[in-house]
Structure formats: structure tokens, C-alpha cells
């Protein structure tokens, strides 16, 4: 059991719009940065967002993240049949004392 | 460019100590100011994380590990160490090791992994 909670799958059509949620509580989101990861099937997670809603070198623009209270989402616009993969949410926990990711949503793209 | 590189036994007996490292190239562990995590995720399961070290500033363990868990850094070889003791078949899953995007944080999010080595506990 994820102390993350993420739906397990998503789906949208090509060129939609999608949001990915990570609910979590204030031991861990609201307190702390969350950062995104995008895993493609067979492959290594690749970060995506940090600090909430900064994305790394490379990384498009397509992929936003916010955060508001104990949420995150992952937004990600302009659906590719590329971007199917496994995204995955993290933050530290202060409770726990030690870092947490979400289980994983699976993103298809009709 | 830097690259990380696991590598580990492959296959593991339960109840023996699992023990991996990671090769570190394209920069040195001991002028850098990061944190080093490792992160399993069990076949077809999310990201755990295991604990994160720096080679100035100390270990950070995953609670729920922490009694079977050592990690280090060696300096000396430029590389990461894990040992994990009294290993199940629910300790099976691909290993990661990987940085730290933010220098001096333990945990903020991690931008640069090694391949992964897959870790089979027999029974």
C-alpha cells in the first residue's frame, strides 16, 4: 500500500489532454516538493517534474506539474502514442522520515 | 557525461545478504555534492525507495529496511554500495541506483539512473 495514492490508469486520445493525480497528506505532499517520473515500457524512470512544477533540461513543455494542499497532478497536453508509460509520483515524508513514490498510473493512448 | 552502473549477483538465495554496487564515471563522488539513492521496483510494481548517501553527508534509510539495509560510498573506487541482509522472495525487483537532481538534498527527485540489475531471491 502506496502511502501515494495514484489512479491506476489513465487513457485519452491522441492530441487530447490528460491529468495524472497523486494524493498524499501533509506529512508528505503538502510539505515537502513532489517530482514526477516517466517510465516506457522495458526502461529506466526518466524525471520529468521537480520542486512541483519544474521541469529538467529537455523536457517539454507539453509536461506541467502543479501541486495545491496535500494533491499533485501531472498534466501532460498534446497526447503522443509515444507517451504511453507508467508515470510515477515522489515526495518526502516527514512522518516516515524517508522518501515515498505513488504506485504508478498506467497512461494509454487510445 | 556522468553514467551510473549497477551490477550484482543476479540471483540470490533466501535468507543469504544481497550485496550490489554502482559504478560512478564521468565525475567523482568525492567532490560532489549530491546524494546517491537506490531504488527497487519489484516486477510489475511501483518505485521503493531503499535509502540515499553522500560521501559528506551521511545515510538516510528507508524505515521499513533499515534493520537489514547498509549502504556506503567508496571514495576510493568511485562507487556506491548495498547490503542487504536475510533476503526474501518479496526483496526480488530491479535495483536502481541514481543522483540526486539538487546538490545537498537527500530527497527532492532523482534525474540521472543507472541501467538497473534485476535481483531474483530463490526460495
Known amino acids: 500500500q502506496s502511502v501515494l495514492t495514484q489512479p491506476p490508469s489513465v487513457s485519452a486520445a491522441p492530441g487530447q489532454k490528460v491529468t495524472i493525480s497523486c494524493s498524499g497528506s501533509s506529512s508528505n505532499i503538502e510539505n515537502n516538493y513532489v517530482s514526477w517520473y516517466q517510465q516506457l515500457p522495458g526502461t529506466t524512470p526518466k524525471l520529468l517534474i521537480y520542486d512541483n512544477d519544474k521541469r529538467p533540461s529537455g523536457i517539454p513543455d507539453r509536461f506541467s506539474g502543479s501541486k495545491s494542499g496535500t494533491s499533485a497532478t501531472l498534466g501532460i497536453t498534446g497526447l503522443q502514442t509515444g507517451d504511453e508509460a507508467d508515470y510515477f509520483c515522489?515526495?518526502?515524508?516527514?512522518?516516515?522520515?524517508?522518501?515515498?513514490f505513488g504506485a504508478g498510473t498506467k497512461l494509454t493512448v487510445l | 557525461q556522468l553514467q551510473l552502473q549497477e551490477s550484482g549477483p543476479g540471483l540470490v538465495k533466501a535468507s543469504e545478504t544481497l550485496s550490489l554496487t554502482c559504478n560512478v564515471s564521468?565525475?567523482?563522488?568525492?567532490?560532489?555534492?549530491?546524494?546517491w539513492g537506490w531504488i527497487r521496483q519489484p516486477p510489475g510494481k511501483g518505485l521503493e525507495w531503499l535509502g540515499s548517501s553522500s560521501h559528506s553527508g551521511g545515510t538516510y534509510y528507508n524505515p521499513s529496511l533499515k534493520s537489514r539495509l547498509t549502504m556506503s560510498v567508496d571514495t576510493s573506487k568511485n562507487q556506491l554500495s548495498l547490503r542487504l541482509t536475510s533476503v526474501t522472495t518479496a526483496d526480488t525487483a530491479v535495483y536502481y541506483c541514481?543522483?540526486?537532481?539538487?546538490?545537498?538534498?537527500?530527497?527532492?527527485?532523482?534525474?540521472?539512473w543507472g541501467q538497473g540489475t534485476v535481483v531474483s531471491v530463490s526460495s
Open positions: 564521468g565525475a567523482s563522488i568525492s567532490s560532489s555534492p549530491y546524494y
Open positions: 515522489g515526495t518526502w515524508d516527514g512522518s516516515l522520515r524517508g522518501g515515498v
Open positions: 541514481a543522483r540526486n537532481y539538487l546538490p545537498n538534498i537527500i530527497f527532492d527527485a532523482f534525474d540521472l
